[in-house]
């Protein structure tokens, strides 16, 4: 995983509800935020609300169209911004290194270090109901998901 990479990526995406998704270009972002990673894809699984929203039962989502869903992923690190390698569960992580992720714990807040329920995460990250149309450009971040 070394050189430059490459400007656009090939995502599914929703582009109507009821409909099936379609192979969209999207820009792969040139800065990475603080605490993010920038990570090659390889596979993601669709949840029950990944569904609802692919047939539309999960309320009105045309603003937010196209939408690439999923959010349970793995891949391959890219780059880091500042500060992301403390926020994984083995902080001497490498670019190439395979990780494992869902929705984004902070790892600092009561849920998560207290109580250990991370999905009750006060500074939870998600993924997921950005559109494609502005989720990666000016720098890799999350948007956010209902579940």
Do not use: K, Q
Not at 36 to 58: F, I, N
Not at 138 to 146: I, N, V
Request: glycine share 10%; with cysteine.
């Amino acid at each position: 995983m070394t050189g430059v990479l490459p400007a656009i990526s090939r995502a599914a995406a929703l582009t109507a509800p009821g409909r099936p998704l379609e192979l969209l270009d999207v820009e792969i972002p040139t800065v990475i935020e603080r605490d993010a990673l920038l990570v090659r894809m390889t596979s993601a699984t669709l949840c029950g609300t990944d569904v609802h929203v692919a047939d539309g039962a999960a309320g009105d989502i045309r603003d937010a169209l196209p939408l690439i869903l999923g959010h349970e992923m793995v891949g391959r690190i890219v780059a880091f911004g500042d500060g992301a390698a403390h926020r994984l569960a083995r902080p001497a992580s490498h670019r190439g290194d395979r990780i494992v992720w869902t929705h984004g714990m902070c790892g600092r807040c009561r849920a998560c270090v207290i109580d250990r329920e991370p999905s009750l995460c006060d500074n939870r990250r998600r993924y997921m109901s950005e559109s494609a149309r502005t989720s990666w450009r000016g720098g890799a971040h999350s948007g956010s998901c209902s579940c």
